[in-house]
Antibody, heavy 123, light 107 residues
Framework: QVQLTESGPGLVHPSETLSLTCTVSGFSLTGYSVYWVRQPSGKGLEWMGRMRYNGDTSYNSALKSRLSISRDTSKNQVFLKMNSLQTDDTGTYYC?????????????????WGQGVMVTVSS | DIQMTQSPASLSASLGETVSIECLASEDIYSNLAWYQQKPGKSPQLLIYYASSLQDGVPSRFSGSESGTQYSLEINSLQPEDEGDYFCQQSYKFPLTFGSGTKLEIK
């Protein structure tokens, strides 16, 4: 079945770089797009960026200067790197999958989510 | 960016009641609206997509509708397991944006 699992450090110091991994199973990264969404503690959801099935990426302009998303299809993994972390980057980070229509078009909502990884930015 | 204004921020209702949650888009999103439920400590789960299509496995007491740029999620016959947070999300234009959420308490 479809699964996404995030992993990474729980604690990052201010100004450092966050590195997260999303390991997927039950589907191919060359067939589906994977998105990153974060949720500051007790707050709403923010779309961060995506790795498309064809290897293209796109980012939320609010984060674009700090964010990089890549993948290793042989390992079924998508990576997120975000630099210059500050305390307001504290929260839960999710990787999600976007479904595809019967015509093969990637849809813009999320049918599967990982369990999330909590990241605290603190000295 | 498209702003999604969600209301109410919280509501409390009794078992068996019907509740409605609204999301107002700042521009036309042409039905590209999804609803998610998030239970405490869990990741969001897709309920509705394209404004009114029920995701597989979601109980039929959940329904979505639209009127212009206003989108609604209705939950009929409230059950204890419906307690949680609800979010809308537009998928019409990047950046994808979410409503601020509604906390539903079952009395």
């Amino acid at each position: 079945q479809v699964q996404l699992t995030e992993s990474g450090p729980g604690l990052v110091h201010p100004s450092e770089t966050l590195s997260l991994t999303c390991t997927v199973s039950g589907f191919s990264l060359t067939g589906y797009s994977v998105y990153w969404v974060r949720q500051p503690s007790g707050k709403g959801l923010e779309w961060m960026g995506r790795m498309r099935y064809n290897g293209d990426t796109s980012y939320n302009s609010a984060l674009k200067s700090r964010l990089s998303i890549s993948r290793d299809t042989s390992k079924n993994q998508v990576f997120l790197k975000m630099n210059s972390l500050q305390t307001d980057d504290t929260g839960t980070y999710y990787c999600t999958r976007a479904p595809r229509s019967t015509m093969g078009i990637t849809l813009g909502y999320f049918d599967y989510w990982g369990q999330g990884v909590m990241v605290t930015v603190s000295s | 960016d498209i702003q999604m204004t969600q209301s109410p921020a919280s509501l409390s209702a009794s078992l068996g009641e019907t509740v409605s949650i609204e999301c107002l888009a700042s521009e036309d999103i042409y039905s590209n609206l999804a609803w998610y439920q998030q239970k405490p400590g869990k990741s969001p789960q897709l309920l509705i997509y394209y404004a009114s299509s029920l995701q597989d496995g979601v109980p039929s007491r959940f329904s979505g509708s639209e009127s212009g740029t206003q989108y609604s999620l209705e939950i009929n016959s409230l059950q204890p397991e419906d307690e949680g947070d609800y979010f809308c999300q537009q998928s019409y234009k990047f950046p994808l944006t979410f409503g601020s959420g509604t906390k539903l308490e079952i009395k």
